[in-house]
């Protein structure tokens, strides 16, 4: 089980948010390259971005704090992002700058037709993000409910050869009130691609009950508000989901 640190970009700065909310931001640190080295140093095998700027603009927006992540870290460990990609120029050049993985959520949504040909165009580095509220699809940085289950899109994308699904509950997004370890197992066990847990990860409970359920083919999962309030220790969370992957 991969635990997967999340920088949330906004203005350049490390932040938080509860359930999505720009207005409800929490500001963790000032330099994104010095947190992902931080959590590299912490055992970190992938980080995850999000340029929360960029979900809301639907475009880059904080390329600059990103490209210093990538120069800190990226030659030794995998960096996925999320967050305003909507064009193929736009994950082309994040490839080129190092970047492992792709992530396309509300443009895999709103535009299939995109999504299907980046995974024509570049292959293995894409990952479809799908924020999900009982079970239906939401899309433009959370603020919009569609009415797109989530399992029925989940199989129509995999058909597209897509590398893995991040699974977000966004009404427990940054509240540490546990993992929807039910409906990520739902969706996991529906599916052939691989499944990454996201979305009100509390504690240690949460690692222990995923790796329970790792067979169904859930792969990792997302840490945030819980590993930067303390509620959590990476190290050891991540010690000790290797020792119940190894059982």
Known sequence: MLLIPAIDLKDGQCVRLKQGDMDQSTI?????????????????????????NGAFAGKPKNESAIR???????????????????????IERYLDAGLRYVIIGT?????????????????GPIIVGLDAKDGKVATDGWSKLTGHEVVDLAKK????????????????DGMLTGINVEATVKLAQAITTPVIASGGLGGMADIEALCAVES????????????YSGDLDFTSAQERADELGNV
């Open 28 to 52: 963790f640190g000032e330099d994104p390259a010095e947190m992902a080295r931080s959590w590299v140093n912490k055992g970190a095998r992938r980080l995850h971005l999000v340029d929360l």
């Open 68 to 90: 210093k992540i990538l120069k800190e870290v990226g030659g030794e460990i995998d960096v996925q992002l999320g967050g305003g990609i909507r064009d193929l120029d736009t």
């Open 107 to 123: 443009a895999a949504v709103k535009n299939p037709g995109f999504l299907q040909d980046a995974c024509t165009a570049f292959g």
């Open 157 to 172: 994308f995999e058909d597209y050869g897509v590398e893995s699904f991040i699974y977000t509950d966004i009404g427990r």
């Open 216 to 227: 169904d083919g859930i792969e990792g999962v997302i840490c945030g508000r819980a590993i």
